[in-house]
């Protein structure tokens, strides 16, 4: 156990519902991380928060998902208008420290796996 | 932009064998590098990570791997594979400033042959 938390484990729904997932990072972490792992392949980066503020989205997170982190401590993952290609592994990490350091190890959360059906 | 290629999907060695998992790197700036385990349905597990200093860097379980700054390489190696190291294991590679977002690579899973 890492420490990060992420809720629901698993969730298979409908082709055009919508679904949002929870990451509780580790307590002292500013830094949170979601990525997305497809079957068979390495994670891949999707955004980036510091603190309350996303400073950066990949161009994988199209208009259909979003993600907050209200006050600096959980975040959320909503996707809407769900596709088939949007199943996946999606992969919360939290890192310690408000600036790049050599302390900067991501621990990561267990995932939740999305089915869409 | 930075890259990382693994080579070989799946690697197979006999309990008590060599472990050899290979990792190439591209980055146009000095790079972290890291070595990360996946155990099935799980998340991700650091085994070990290269920032500055020793490029001979030792991990958990056994583990260690060496960078290689004229080869772009960071190869995970383990003197004697046990039945428990058999997961999925990923190289990858974030820069030292910024957002230190990670690029792995497609990962490669090692099985254990009694």
């Known amino acids: 156990d890492t420490g990060v938390s992420q809720n629901p484990r698993h969730k298979i729904t409908k082709r055009g519902q919508n679904v949002t997932f929870r990451c509780d990072p580790i307590?002292?972490?500013?830094?949170l991380y979601w990525y997305r792992q497809t079957l068979g392949q390495g994670p891949e980066f999707l955004t980036y928060f510091q603190n309350e503020a996303q400073l950066e989205k990949s161009r994988l997170l199209s208009d259909r998902f979003s993600a907050e982190r209200p006050k600096g401590s959980f975040s959320t993952l909503e996707i809407q208008r769900t596709e088939q290609g949007d199943s996946a592994m999606y992969l919360c990490a939290s890192v310690v420290g408000g600036s790049p350091g050599l302390n900067s190890v991501a621990f990561f959360g267990q995932g939740t796996r999305l089915t869409v059906v | 932009a930075q890259s990382v290629t693994q080579l070989g999907s799946h690697v197979s060695v006999s309990e008590g064998a060599l472990v050899l998992l290979r990792c190439n790197y591209s980055?146009?700036?000095?790079?972290?590098l890291f070595w990360y385990v996946q155990y099935p349905n799980q998340g991700l597990q650091l085994l070990l990570k290269y920032t500055t200093g020793a490029t001979l860097v030792k991990g958990i379980n056994g583990f260690e791997a060496e960078f290689k700054k004229s080869e772009t390489s960071f190869h995970l190696t383990k003197p004697s594979a046990h039945m428990s190291d058999a997961a999925e294991y990923f190289c990858a590679v974030s820069k030292i400033q910024g957002a230190q977002k990670l690029v792995f690579g497609q990962g490669t899973r090692l099985t254990i042959n009694p």
């Open positions: 980055s146009s700036v000095p790079p972290y």
């Open positions: 307590s002292e972490h500013n830094r």
